[in-house]
T-cell receptor, first 114, second 116 residues
Framework: AQSVSQHNHHVILSEAASLELGCNYS??????LFWYVQYPGQHLQLLLK??????LVKGIKGFEAEFIKSKFSFNLRKPSVQWSDTAEYFC????????????FGAGTRLFVKA | DAGVIQSPRHEVTEMGQEVTLRCKPI?????LFWYRQTMMRGLELLIY????????DSGMPEDRFSAKMPNASFSTLKIQPSEPRDSAVYFC??????????????FGPGTRLTVT
C-alpha cells in the first residue's frame, strides 16, 4: 500500500533561515507528487506539484521541490523563510495506476519566528 | 468561481444526534473527496466520487458514516448517530480530470464538528 512519510512534525526557524522539509513515499510505480500548505485557520492550498519533466519544480511564494526518483523523495525547500510562511505543510502522493486516490503525509508544522 | 463551498462551517451537537455536512464542488470538476482531519490521525481520506459515483469508501470509519452525491453539484456526509470521537474538521475537495491524469485537489474551508 502507498504511504507518505514526512520526517519532521514540528520545525521552528527564524526569519531568513533556509527551509527543507523531507518527504518520502513508498510506491514503485509512476506517481504524481504534491505539496499543500494550510495557513492557520484556513483550508489546504496547493503549493506546487510534479507530474513529469524537470524534477525540480517551482511553486508559489518562492518554494521549490525536487523529485529524486531513486530515493522516493520529494523534499520541499525555500532559501529564506518569512514569518508569513508559518503554516502546516503536507506532502501528498497519487499513484497514476491507483485511480485518483491521493495519500497525504502527517504534515509538518512550521513556525517562523519574526 | 467561488471555490468549493462547505456548510455549515461550525457544528456543535450532542452525542447521538444526526449530523449532515454539505459540499458544493467547483463546477466542472468530476471528482469529489471527503477528508477528516484530527490532531491524532492527520488528514484521512474517507470517500471519493467520480461523476457522482462512489469509487472508494474504504476510509469510512464505520457504518455510522454515509456519503451521497445525488448530482454533480452537491454531496453530503452524514454521521448517525454521532459520537465525541467524531469531533474533527471535515474537508471536502474537488478535482478536475483529463486524459486519465489526476490533477490537484481544491479544498473547501472545512466544517469543524464538535460532538459533546
Amino acid at each position: 500500500a502507498q504511504s507518505v512519510s514526512q520526517h519532521n512534525h514540528h520545525v521552528i526557524l527564524s526569519e531568513a533561515a533556509s527551509l527543507e522539509l523531507g518527504c518520502n513515499y513508498s510506491y514503485g510505480g509512476t506517481v504524481n507528487l504534491f505539496w499543500y500548505v494550510q495557513y492557520p485557520g484556513q483550508h489546504l492550498q496547493l503549493l506546487l506539484k510534479y507530474f513529469s519533466g524537470d524534477p525540480l519544480v517551482k511553486g508559489i511564494k518562492g518554494f521549490e521541490a525536487e523529485f529524486i526518483k531513486s530515493k522516493f523523495s520529494f523534499n520541499l525547500r525555500k532559501p529564506s523563510v518569512q514569518w508569513s510562511d508559518t503554516a502546516e505543510y503536507f506532502c501528498a502522493v497519487n499513484a497514476r495506476s491507483g485511480g485518483f486516490k491521493t495519500i497525504f503525509g502527517a504534515g509538518t508544522r512550521l513556525f517562523v519566528k519574526a | 468561481d467561488a471555490g468549493v463551498i462547505q456548510s455549515p462551517r461550525h457544528e456543535v451537537t450532542e452525542m447521538g444526534q444526526e449530523v449532515t455536512l454539505r459540499c458544493k464542488p467547483i463546477s466542472g470538476h468530476d471528482y469529489l473527496f471527503w477528508y477528516r482531519q484530527t490532531m491524532m490521525r492527520g488528514l484521512e481520506l474517507l470517500i471519493y466520487f467520480n461523476n457522482n459515483v462512489p469509487i472508494d469508501d474504504s476510509g469510512m470509519p464505520e457504518d455510522r458514516f454515509s456519503a451521497k452525491m445525488p448530482n454533480a453539484s452537491f454531496s453530503t456526509l452524514k454521521i448517525q448517530p454521532s459520537e465525541p470521537r467524531d469531533s474533527a474538521v471535515y474537508f471536502c475537495a474537488s478535482s478536475p480530470s483529463g486524459g486519465g491524469i489526476s490533477y490537484e485537489q481544491y479544498f473547501g474551508p472545512g466544517t469543524r464538528l464538535t460532538v459533546t
